[in-house]
């Protein structure tokens, strides 16, 4: 029986290991979805081509490969989002974007987007398939640049050509997932080996690029007597079984890693694209290994600037250095991160008050319970501040977030991506309820897939990371509140338990019966919507701006003396600072 060219495209999926594709349904999609119905692959109905998206780009970042869809019009653009956030993180994912029919194409008919336009800007490969003869060549094509680029893929697929005949093509029809050993050369190898013999205190900071490297970089870690620092994407591989890490920078990290950086001679990138150039030391030394060359440079002042997969290029490099015997900056740096822990441990001890809850102490509860495999998504905003700063990294433990393209509402869809791609494990959202609000209504999917998905709220009744923005630029918060429903009884129309936690004494048991739960299940928790996220290094100008937000909120027209006399005090508030 003769196949047309929807059920070719999904064979090509099925022999590439695709498990599901991300959708909602409608027109332009229909002869897929069919041809999908007859296959292996299982079709995902989310509410929200998002929703799909996101769901996907999680399931990406698990399993290496990923598919989402979208049908004409509003399904396109519904999905871009989502498609940005897996592009940006470097994840491979297929993106189908279904047309309108291709004689009405430029006729502004209803629904039409043009897709090459549309998706420009968030994939490495985006074609539109017009023909049979391109099915096989379009569709491989843009599967080996999503899976080698480590990146979005897009083909436009207009419904009435997805119910042609198919054609077999002259070129090849597989997937080749090749795995090169990238390094840099001798010579290069050799000028960082003299840079770093040179110098006596060296900071190493590692990114998502040494995931895969722990074991390396704890070895040049004791090799160099050097403490470790990571970004938000690289804690959950590099702080496990370290014992010379220092904790995270960036915005949401501890001052223990900017001043272990801001303080070596030379400074290590391993594997990392660290956007905040401000966080980033201007007088020491600086050199970046990347497996993306164009990506050198980009963040720091570099010495030098390799290209190099982080696990072969160590390898490569300890034969050629010396191992340090002054220990006297590691103990330095080490002794500051057990200050600072002492001091985060200070947070965690104070459970709140009735509607007031610490999410420190939420967190700190949830990390202590959790699985040790567990994979945690983390809504952008807040609950990264207690994600980044309160879970644990085990070494079989994920975390899975907004990380660059910063987009609220990811955490519950994604979580619905991991549980379907990691069905035995503990899949837990750390939801904002502005984000959870955002998306709300895939909370329908958790259900209609039967996923233990656990959502944890963290209710602050605002948008609190935008608040603490407002305030620390020295404004007034403003339209920042918000008049919640009640997520708890939410969940209980949605199909699973929920439940709203008041008071403190309740978090310890009612997490452990949404863990222990096995299936879906919210705990909605009234967290203090002040609680702070302070940067690891504070600014004159914050502290002026916080000074000053709250002045304009609580003294009227006493603002300028208060200000003064900040300003006045600006030496003794950093010293406490």
């Not at 690029?209 to 070895?219: D, L």
């Not at 709140?352 to 998504?377: C, M, R, S, Y």
Request: charged share 20%; with cysteine; glycine share 8%.
């Amino acid at each position: 029986m003769a196949k047309n060219i929807a059920e070719q495209i999904v064979e090509m999926l099925e022999s590439a290991n695709v498990k599901r594709i991300y959708a909602v349904t409608g027109d332009s999609l229909n002869h897929l979805n069919i041809a999908v119905k007859k296959s292996s692959i299982e079709w995902i109905h989310v509410r929200h081509e998002e929703a799909g998206a996101y769901a996907a780009a999680a399931e990406a970042e698990l399993d290496g490969f990923a598919v989402c869809a979208g049908s004409c019009g509003p399904g396109h653009v519904h999905l871009i989002n989502g498609v940005y956030e897996a592009h940006r993180s470097h994840v491979p994912m297929l993106v189908i974007a279904s047309t309108i029919p291709s004689e009405e194409m430029g006729m502004d008919y209803f629904q039409e987007t043009n897709t090459i336009k549309l998706f420009d800007d968030c994939s490495y490969y985006n074609q539109m398939i017009t023909r049979p003869e391109q099915v096989q060549r379009t569709v491989q094509t843009a599967i080996q640049h999503a899976i080698s680029k480590k990146g979005v893929a897009v083909i436009g697929l207009p419904g009435d050509v997805s119910e042609l005949d198919a054609e077999e093509a002259a070129t090849s029809n597989k997937i080749f997932k090749t795995n090169p050993i990238i390094r840099p050369s001798d010579e290069e190898l050799s000028l960082l080996a003299g840079l770093i013999n040179e110098s006596k205190k060296v900071t190493i900071y590692c990114g998502i690029g040494a995931e895969k490297a722990n074991a390396e970089v704890v070895e040049l870690s004791r090799y160099l007597k050097a403490p470790v620092g990571y970004s938000f994407r690289g804690k959950m591989s590099i702080q496990p079984n370290n014992p010379n890490e220092v904790g995270l920078t960036g915005l949401l990290g501890l001052p223990s890693a900017h001043h272990a950086m801001h303080e070596a001679d030379l400074l290590i990138l391993l594997g990392t694209d660290f956007p905040y150039e401000k966080f980033m030391p201007v007088k020491n030394k600086i050199v970046q290994v990347d497996e993306s060359p164009e990506r050198l440079g980009r963040r720091a002042k570099l010495e030098l600037g390799l290209t190099g997969d982080v696990k072969e290029t160590i390898k490569a490099l300890l034969p050629l250095l010396n191992e340090k015997t002054d220990t006297d900056f590691l103990k330095q740096q080490l002794e500051f991160y057990e200050k600072v822990k002492e001091n985060q441990l200070t947070y965690v001890k104070d459970p709140g008050t009735e509607n007031g809850i610490q999410p420190e102490f939420v967190t700190h509860t949830l990390d202590k319970l959790a699985t040790k495999d567990a994979v945690f998504t983390v809504d952008t905003g807040m609950c990264c501040v207690w994600g980044a700063r309160y879970i644990t990294g085990t070494g079989a433990r994920k975390m899975l977030g907004s990380f660059n393209h910063g987009s609220m509402a990811n955490a519950m869809p994604m979580a619905i991506g991991a549980s379907l791609a990691y069905p035995g494990r503990q899949v837990i959202a750390m939801c904002g309820d502005g984000g959870l609000s955002m998306l709300l209504g895939d909370m329908a999917t958790i259900f209609q897939y039967k996923l233990p998905v656990k959502i944890i709220v963290f209710n602050n009744r605002s948008l609190g990371m935008v608040k603490l923005e407002m305030e620390v630029g020295g404004m007034p918060d403003n339209e920042t509140d918000m008049v919640n429903p009640d997520f708890a009884m939410i969940a209980h129309a949605m199909g699973y338990p929920g439940k709203n936690i008041h008071q403190p004494g309740e978090v310890e048991n009612a997490i452990k019966e949404c863990l222990d739960y096995k299936g879906p299940y919210l705990l909605n928790i009234f967290t203090n919507p002040n609680a702070l996220a302070l940067p690891p290094k504070i600014e004159a100008n914050q502290v002026l701006g916080m000074t000053k937000s709250m002045a304009q909120l609580m003294l009227g027209g006493k603002m300028e003396e208060v200000l003064d006399t900040v300003k006045s005090n600006y030496k003794h508030i950093k010293d406490i600072l």
